[in-house]
């Protein structure tokens, strides 16, 4: 057996956790996930926007309240004068009356001011039991990609520990003076460094070597470091 085919058997784990972790990285999951996240970010804004405005909505209605209250207050003091028997000219008997009938009627203004900005406020509520809802089902919903996700993720890394123990195994057995051309192909082509040479093809490039070459090959030992002429990769022949 030539002794490149233990760092073959290498390049064929390291292809493999290659597409492991390119699978990790692809998981539909992952892009369902980013999909959710934008759309809970977009309802979050629109939930910003609805909050402010019902704050200002309901801030308004307490400063009404806080009016129809104080002006209640001096309504009921006016009364509470005009019934107390202590102011007894006409006169000033008629200013108290028409002070508490002016006051009454402001404060009917008040509360028609207050229904107004009460239907104001309904549509804004709805809108934001509608949001809250919506942002109730997008968390669910990442929830369920999360978890989907950290199970895939799951059964890649198992995968790979596997092919990395099995890697070490069959590093163990490559000739130390082999690696650094491995590493630096590896890097160069595309994560392939080695190849097995079939017939006259290439399993690299999947290019066929030119007659000349495969001539001056088979006349090499099979120890012999050889290149692809086509993509320059190792290659292992039988
Ligand atoms: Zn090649």
Known sequence: ??????????????????????????????????????????????????????????????????????????????????????????????????????????????EDDELEIMELTEPVDAQHSQLTAERGRLDGEAMRITADLAEAEAEIE?????????????????????????????AQLGGVAIARLAGSTCQGCHLALSAVEIDRIRKLGTDETVHCEECGRLLVRD
Do not use: C, F
């Not at 069959?170 to 630096?184: F, Q, S």
């Open 1 to 110: 057996m030539s002794r490149w085919e233990s760092l073959l058997t290498v390049q064929e784990h390291d292809t493999r956790a290659d597409q492991l972790a390119h699978r990790a990285q692809n998981l539909p999951a992952r892009a369902e996930l980013a999909t959710v996240n934008e759309q809970i970010g977009a309802v979050d804004r629109d939930l910003a926007v609805v909050e402010s405005r019902r704050g200002e909505l309901s801030r308004s209605q307490q400063r009404l309240e806080d009016e129809i209250a104080s002006l209640t207050e001096r309504a009921n003091q006016a009364e509470k004068q005009l019934y107390s028997g202590t102011v007894s000219a006409p006169r000033e008997l008629q200013a108290l009356q028409d002070d508490v009938a002016s006051i009454r009627r402001r404060i009917s203004q008040i």
């Open 158 to 186: 198992a995968e790979l520990a596997t092919v990395q123990a099995e890697r070490a195994e069959a590093a163990a057995a490559v000739p130390e003076d082999l690696w650094p051309e491995y590493d630096r192909l590896r």
